[in-house]
Structures are given as C-alpha cells and as structure tokens.
C-alpha cells in the first residue's frame, strides 16, 4: 500500500471513528478496521519534536526524552523530565506522564481535568527494598492512595517483560505495574492502567507500512503536555510531613572492629532535622534495639541527600550484630511531623524505628598497612633528621605493638620513604626508596633511611607538594575495602613551594589525587603553619579528608608513638585527642634558613 493512500484510509477511518455513525461512508467495516488492528505500530513521520510515536487499537502514545518542568518541587534538583502521553483514537481523553530522568520511573500523571497523581519513590538504593507512595489530588484534595515494596532489582524483569530495549515501552510498562501492584483504586487511574494493560499485551509490530500518523493535529503539532498544562504542586500537608526511615547497608572499615552503618531518612518537609536527630542502634541481641533499652552501639548520623551514616568501633571479631534505623524527636513539639504506618514507634510517641532489622558479621580483626614516609631532607632539618630517621625505623615495631594491645592482627605492613628537597636548587631533589615488606626486609629499609643526609634546600620553601603529589600517585595502595590501611606521614620544616615559575602542581590538583585513593588512607603531617613569597602553609591541607596535622615541630617529631596510638585508637574507638592544627599562640614560626 503506497503512503499516500494509506494516508487517506486512515483519515476515513478516523473520521468514522470520531463520529461513531455507521452509516457514514468509508472503507468496509468503518472504524472498527482500526480497532481491530491487533498490534502497535511505529510511527516514524510527521510526529512534531516527539521522540517515539505508536499507533495502537487504543490510541496514541509518544514519548519525548527532556521537558523543562515549569516549577520544580521542593527538594528537586532536576529541572528536566522525559515525558509519555496518551490520547485516546476520539481525541477526548489526554494523560501525561512525567519521568525521571535516569530510570525512567514515573514522577507524577496529570489528566485533562488537572487531577494529578505523584510518585515518591521513598530508598533509590539498588540492592535495598524501595517503597513507593502514590498521592493523588483528586481537585484540591489530597490523599495517599497506595504504598508498595518492592526490590529495586524487580525493573530489569518489568522493563523485558513486553518492552525489550524500546524506552517508550518500558516507560508504559514501569507506570502501568506501580500503579497496579500499589493497589491504586481511583477510577480514572485503573481505566488507564487497563488501557496500557491492553497495549502491552499486543504483539509489538515494528515493520509495519504506517508511516504517517493521519490525525486531526493541533496547531503546534501532538503537544500534550500544553493541553494538559502540568504543573509540580507541592504535596499537601499531610503527605508533605510524614517521615519514612529504612535501614541500609553494612560496610566495614577494618574486619572486625569497625564498620559504618547506614540509613535513610525521607520526609518531604525540609524542617525534620529541627525538630529530632536520627542514627542507628546497635547490639548482638535483637531486643535491644531500642534507645531505651541501652543496646551496646547508639550512634546519630550525619545526612547526606537520603542516606545518614554512622560509625561503629570497638566491635567484637567473629561476631554477628543486629541493627536499625531510629528518628528520636527532641521534645513534645513535633511541627506537625508524623511517622508513617510502617514505622515502629515508641509508646510515647517520641521514637520511631524501622521494622526491618538487618544483621551483619564482623570478620577476623586483619589489618593490612600500606606506609610512605615522606621527608625534608634539606639543610635546615640537620637538627632534626637524626629524630625523623629513629621514627621512621622505629614505625614498624611501635605499630605492631600497638596493634597486639588491641586485639588487631597485623597482617602486612608494607613501607616506602620518599626524600625530598628543592626542584629548582637542587639536583637530587627526589630520592624514591623500593618498597619494604616489614620486618622481612628490615635491613633493606634500615639501610635507605640511614643513608640519608641533611643538605642543600637553596630558599627556604621546599618540595614537600611534589612528594605528596609522588606518594599519592603509587598504583598499589591495595584494596579498597576494612583490611587495608593507606598511610602518608610527612615530616618538614619549611612551607611547600607555590607559583607557576616554582612548581607545575597546584595544591587543588594535588587534592584531587588524594580524594582518589582509597578510602581507608590518612595524611599525618608534621609540619609548620606558615608562609613565605613562593611558599603555602600547610595549614592548607587542614580542611582535607582525613588529615592529622602536628604542626610545632619542635616537639612534634618526636611523636610518632601519639600518632600511631590515634590511628589505633580511631580503629578500635580507644584513641587518643585529636592532634592539634592549630600552631599555638605562644609559638612563632620561624624558618631555619638552609645555608
């Protein structure tokens, strides 16, 4: 059949359609030739700016990838949408759906008469139950409709089922389970999830000879979504302030001794953290996941976007402990915040838990340690190499011994020293020993260190940067998981070279690297606070992650046994006060000239 007279047999047979009269002239059989189609088809031409058209024994379904949303709710970061509409082969009954952005997942549905429904997908972690809510304004009224649990792992079976790749069809077929399977009983809704029930369950036909889609237009083409003129109403109140808690996952920072443990808070007022803090209990006896019942781990969080984290240290090896999310609110006064139905809560109404009570296990305490040992070599630090060298030997023994008195086996500690001076003075300004595995290459290392000597330097800042810069550039750090440790001591006296006509890093370059690595890594700094013309302060560095800095040397390069005991101590929850950062007021920096 040629297009052009395809074009007119469609045009008859939706005239017939529209006007519902069989004795209207056309092709044998009046509309219900198209009714009775029995497949969707693709419609490839004359569809406006619409990404994917189908026609279907139902009616019309586009899909367009990236709206702007005209007023975005509150808390919503995107500001851009993909979008299916339907319209039914009369004309008379027009949906859009607004979608997110990554998954395709429905954010909310308006229908002609302005009635919305919205999606709150409460946990989008992918190995986590997720629960979704649907609130539907039925004109003014507000009510929540549906809730569902369901695996996050459950799309890649949804979008197979009928839809393949097609990202129209598992976009129908994402909106058509949630509102089926939540339990959703408006009318208007169920109709149309009835009706992509339908499509979904034709034989997708993409070969067929449609390929141009007949109809009656608007003006400015099938724009759906300004018919419908969708807009992004907050939720009401009584949505906008009930609060959901989940409990996330496990990950440990050392085997057996430590671990993080996560959670999610969601309500969609922005005023929760006022009104009440949130965290995790913990404790090998289910019973006593309460905050009331003194369980042995209780800890708040710190929010980020929907997770909260807290840290756990201190725990037994071998062991397995039990764990919840909680939301414990400061006072009696509320501000109209309320738990939602499947949160457990207090007796007097102060507490809320999440049901769902996960467990882990706490492996052997192992620990694997990766250290450089970075240090100024230069002139001025004369006085003080023979101190930063007896450390530096003595690390191994003095951690080892450490990891014995708290029940921590060391495993492996493996050690490099990088030696610096000045780039621009000097030309062994960069000295990079082989890595030592401690204590079986003992004499190796012994023998690098001792070999050092104190000179040279030229102006006083140095090329401390550039050895950071090196250390963080080691490809084995080993793994990133809770029996790994990545170390970086430096030991200098003078501030670090700056400026273009010095050195080709940049302190923010040089962060960059530092973020990369591992999670379990720590910087110790022994070095001074202040500045010179072509030199930063170390101080810089202060704001970094996981970064402890001694900065009065005078004292500060003795210390290395304080050092040791805080990371220790951060492992197992027995550590020591936090090492200053601050030079204290009674001390003046004053640099040591290198000649």
């Known amino acids: ?62 899909y367009r990838d990236g709206i702007s949303a005209p007023a975005a709710r509150e808390g919503e970061t995107d500001d851009k949408y993909d979008c299916l509409s339907y319209m039914s082969l009369d004309k008379k009954t027009k949906v859009n759906i607004l979608l997110s952005k990554d998954d395709k997942l429905p954010a909310q549905i308006v229908f002609e008469d302005k009635t919305s429904l919205y999606f709150s997908y409460l946990d989008d972690e992918p190995e986590e139950e997720t629960v979704l809510e649907l609130v539907y304004d039925g004109g003014g009224k507000m009510e929540k409709i549906g809730n569902y649990r369901y695996s996050y792992a459950e799309w890649e079976t949804i979008k197979t089922q009928y839809a393949g790749e097609d990202i129209l069809m598992q976009a129908l077929s994402y909106f058509n389970f949630l509102v089926k399977e939540s339990g959703c009983t408006s009318s208007s809704i169920v109709g149309l999830t009835e009706t992509f029930d339908d499509v979904l369950s034709l034989e997708i036909s993409l070969d067929v000879d449609i390929d141009v889609l007949a109809l009656e237009k608007d003006d400015e083409g099938f724009v759906f979504v300004s018919d419908i003129n969708v807009v992004f109403d907050v939720v009401v109140e009584k949505v906008f302030s009930e609060l959901a808690l989940w409990t996330g996952e496990a990950s440990f920072k050392v085997g057996g001794s430590s671990c993080t443990l996560k959670g999610s808070i969601w309500c969609a007022s922005q005023t929760f953290g006022d009104y009440g803090v949130y965290g995790i209990v913990c404790d090998t006896d289910k019973s006593k996941l309460k905050i009331d019942a003194n369980p042995e781990f209780s800890g708040t969080g710190i929010q980020t976007d929907k997770e909260f984290e807290v840290d756990f240290r201190g725990l037994q090896p071998r062991t397995t402990y039990y764990y919840r999310a909680y939301y414990k609110f400061n006072s009696s006064d509320h501000g109209n915040l309320k738990f ?142 809770g029996y790994h440790r990545q170390v970086v001591i430096l030991w200098t006296d003078a501030p670090y070279l ?18 990369s690595m591992p999670s379990g890594r720590r910087l110790v700094l022994f070095a001074p606070n202040g500045t010179q013309s072509n030199g930063g302060s170390w101080s810089d560095l202060d704001s970094w992650i996981n970064v402890m800095h001694l900065t009065d040397t005078s004292t500060g390069f003795e210390n290395i046994d304080y050092v040791i005991d805080n990371i220790i101590g951060e492992l197992t929850g027995k550590g020591k006060t936090e090492l200053s950062r601050v030079q204290p007021s009674s001390v003046t920096t004053v640099f040591t000239p290198n000649y």
């Not at 009714?35 to 700016?49: C, F, H, N």
């Open 498 to 515: 700056t400026g273009s006509s010095y050195t080709d890093l940049t302190l923010e370059n040089v962060q960059l690297k530092w973020d």
């Open 340 to 481: 939602v139905d499947n949160v457990e809560v207090s007796s007097d109404g102060q507490v809320g838990y999440d049901t769902v009570i996960k467990e882990f296990t706490t492996g052997d305490n192992i620990l694997n340690v990766d250290v450089v040992m970075c240090m100024d070599v230069t002139g001025s630090m004369s006085g003080l190499i023979n101190t930063v060298k007896k450390n530096a030997l003595n690390f191994y023994d003095i951690f080892e011994k450490a990891c014995v008195e708290s029940n921590i086996i060391l495993s492996s500690l493996n050690t490099q020293v990088i030696a610096f001076r000045d780039k621009n003075e000097d030309k062994d300004w960069l000295l990079k020993s082989d890595v030592y595995a401690m204590p079986d290459d003992r004499e190796l290392f012994s023998g690098f260190v001792n070999g050092l000597r104190a000179t040279g330097g030229g102006d006083i800042p140095e090329s401390g940067l550039e050895a950071l810069d090196t250390a963080f550039s080691r490809d084995d750090w080993g793994k990133d998981d």
């Open 1 to 62: 059949m040629r297009t052009k007279n395809l074009f007119v047999w469609i045009l008859l047979v939706l005239t017939a359609v529209s006007c519902k009269n069989d004795d209207e002239p056309g092709l044998p059989g009046g509309g219900d030739n198209l009714a009775k189609l029995g497949q969707i088809a693709m419609v490839t031409e004359d569809i406006g700016d619409w990404d994917k058209a189908y026609l279907t024994p139902d009616g019309y379904f586009l």
